[in-house]
């Protein structure tokens, strides 16, 4: 029988708060357990004061929005995952969790989208996301659904002013591609940084935001620990992406906001830098990527 700290659905113990306090990037409150208010207690108390909650879908951008509104210390990101379009376009019966919707087809991804800009207007939704392309779920049937609503994402966060959140799944040369046909918002972060060093420094060099998670902790990520290395510290931002990615050594169970620390001095041992001094990049770069 394991004992209970080693079963993989018990929550890693807290790590010692962090002296300078940073933002979480990207999470998912509504996929963890627990109340948010718990959640952002327990993020507090380690160092993390800021989160940024992500929506995925109409409903789960709705809530992010409406906690946004709730709780001082988190900012709102609305979206259709790059997975979630090709749903609404198909007529998949659970993409609009039981509401009355358009069956399927453009009208579907319209009535979505229209609903993604009315809540891009709010003040407390500070980014469009996430979107971008994800070619790992999505067969080669998605790909014009999923580059279309990429295409839509960034006209409605150009148009509010609003950062860009990219979720980028085995597609970088597409996101890159489509990212400069269309035209980049000022902001624009790569949620989850997956590429290598050499696309690190192409997005650098347009000036976009590269956040990374509990991947850069992998013993066998040494690429992605050079595509760290590779960006500038002011173009830096750290993430959970809750409840998923949880950082080494707790990788496999439950991740959420208050974590953050471990995967802070894993990059700062990767960089070289005192975590005080990486921590308080990433406080700033976080606060001016999203605009708070």
Known sequence: MARKDDDRSTPPPPPAPLAVAV???????????????ESLAKAAAAGVTTVVQVGCDVPGSRWAAELAAEFEQ???AVALHPNEAPRIFLGDPDAWSG???????AAALDAALAEIDALAALPQVRAVGETGLDYFRTGPEGVDIQQESFR???EIAKRHGKALVIHDRDAHEDVIRVLLEEGAPER???????GDAAMAKVCAEHGWYLSFAGPVTFKANQPLRDALLATPLERVLVETD??????????GRPNAPYLIPVTVRSMAATLGL????????IAA??????GY
């Open 152 to 154: 839509r994402h960034i």
């Open 23 to 37: 933002a979480d990037s990207h999470t998912h409150l509504d996929m963890q357990s627990g109340t948010p208010a």
């Open 274 to 281: 005192h975590e005080d001094e990486l921590s308080t990049a």
């Open 188 to 194: 624009t972060v790569f949620h989850c940084y997956s």
């Open 285 to 290: 770069n976080t606060a001016r990527a999203f």
């Open 99 to 105: 509401q009355q919707r358009p069956a399927g087809g």
């Open 74 to 76: 988190v900012h709102a």
């Open 242 to 251: 809750a409840p998923f990615l949880t950082p080494h050594p707790y990788r």
